[in-house]
């Protein structure tokens, strides 16, 4: 089955500087070098992935991660270094980046399965099952230039699928779509990583790399920052993330009061660039009316309000819920993307919904935070400025991960793309 080893792998873009008249009065030499060495955007990277190995990827935007898929996925060359690759290779890089927006849906699927080495005649034979686990009966025969990012990703991902690759190459396109599909797309993977595939996975999801990989590769500014066991190496580039968000943080920011009337001070219980500013927080019951105290079991809804003071491109909301000492019973995060905000400026409302919180009773604090698209940063994070009471009999032991999901109430200035 697959491998991949790729070592003392270099990329550079080579840029040819402008000739002096062109320049600028006001361009300087560094501006000239710059554009005369172009721009390294990998440097020395060594690793191996190997039979039935899930290999994470991690970094903010602009570390390398998605050039160094595309490199090993045949686009392109570096400029030094080897990359072996065992196995035929499936991968899912842009999305609709290798279809042709004017065919169809079918006729996408023939051409990129004959690409990914499938006769026409396999490819044809296939097409029932490709349709099958896109769910696209509907849309197949009409061109691609009309699906949305979520049919997209139901379209590549099935044709993958159905090519039985054994080494998949998966860049950051997990977070479109809907939720069902999305858990979908895991099983397959799993069954793939089952049968022997090799796996190497780019994501923003911390938290999935630390539960899906067998090891992890930091990646900064194209360089190699830490890898091996996912837990350490997601840990280091976290307190990176905090680290950033705490240089960030401006300290003259006037207090604030939440609607309970907990100060918000600046490096004490708030974080972040405030870009995008947390205005309100709610937690709600089934009539809509606010609540710091529920029964366990309950169905909870919890209304976040934001204002960005400039247009950012999808960025992410994340809620914790932390018992008294500090560790974690539930974290949850989402890209405004998946909520159809492709760009967000002004006001707007995102929300969490519980059908039911099983949690045992007693006081816990919720943790809310809006970041940057690649997780480099907070634009606002409130630590324990938000409590919660729980009503309960008894206490039930096991795992708490309470069935939820994300949506956004329509603003006027949230604009979506």
């Given at each position: ?6 070592a ?9 500087a402008?000739r002096?008249?062109?320049l600028?009065?006001?361009?300087g030499?560094d ?13 020395n ?11 994470g990827?991690?970094?903010a935007?602009?570390?390398?991660k ?14 030094s270094?080897?990359?072996s ?6 991968s899912?890089l ?14 996408n ?17 296939r097409m029932l ?6 769910e ?8 691609v230039r ?6 997209l ?7 993958v699928?159905?090519?039985?690759p054994?080494?998949?190459l ?12 999305r ?7 799993e ?7 090799t ?7 911390t ?7 067998d ?8 360089t ?8 350490p ?11 950033e ?13 939440t ?21 309100d ?5 089934t009539?809509?009316?606010r609540?710091?105290r529920?029964r366990?079991?309950?169905p909870?809804r ?6 960005a ?8 909301f994340?809620?914790l819920?932390r018992?008294d000492?500090g ?52 634009y606002?994070?409130?630590?324990r400025?938000?409590?919660?009471n ?15 999901r ?11 793309g």
């Open positions: 089955m697959g491998g991949v080893r790729v003392g792998l270099s990329k550079k873009y080579a840029y040819r402008p002096p008249d062109a600028a009065p006001n361009v030499t501006a000239r070098i710059a554009a005369k060495s172009g721009f390294w955007a990998l440097r990277i060594d690793f191996s992935a190997g039979h039935g190995q899930m290999f990827i991690i970094g935007n602009g570390a390398g998605s050039t160094l898929l595309r490199l090993i996925g045949g686009v392109g060359r570096p400029t270094g080897s990359i690759t065992v196995g035929r290779i499936g899912l842009e999305l609709g980046s290798d279809f042709h927006p004017e065919l169809t849906g079918r006729e699927a023939i051409t990129s399965a004959v690409i990914a080495g499938l006769t026409r005649k396999q490819a044809r034979d099952d490709i349709i099958d686990f896109s696209l009966q509907d849309f197949i025969d009409r061109p009309t699906y949305s990012s979520g049919m990703l139901r379209l590549a991902f099935a044709i699928v159905n090519t039985a054994e080494i998949l998966i860049d950051e396109v997990l977070t479109v779509g809907d939720e069902w599909f858990a979908k797309c895991m099983s397959r993977i069954e793939f990583r089952r049968d022997g595939c796996i190497l996975l780019v994501t923003h999801d938290k999935m790399a630390a539960r899906l990989c090891q992890v590769m930091w990646l900064h500014k194209g190699i920052a830490e890898i091996g066991d996912p837990e190496v997601v840990s280091s580039y976290l307190r990176s993330t905090d680290r968000t705490r240089r960030r943080t401006p300290a003259d920011w006037t207090a604030e009061r609607t309970e009337g907990v100060e918000l001070r600046m490096l004490e219980n708030r974080f972040g660039s405030m870009e995008m500013q947390i205005t927080v709610r937690f709600l019951d009539t809509n009316f609540i710091q529920i366990r079991g309950e909870l919890i209304e976040i309000d934001y204002n003071s400039q247009t950012l491109f999808a960025p992410n994340g809620v819920i018992q000492d560790s974690i019973l539930f974290d949850a995060t989402v890209t405004a993307a998946s909520l159809g905000l492709h760009a967000v400026q002004g006001s707007g409302t995102v929300v969490l919904r519980f059908d039911r919180l099983d949690l045992n009773g007693g006081t816990y604090y919720v943790d809310v935070g809006a970041y940057r698209q690649d997780w480099a940063y907070a606002d994070f409130h630590w400025a938000y409590q919660l729980i009503v309960a009999a008894n206490v039930v032991r096991g795992a708490v991960n309470p069935p939820h994300w949506e956004r109430i329509e603003s006027r200035t949230a604009e979506s």
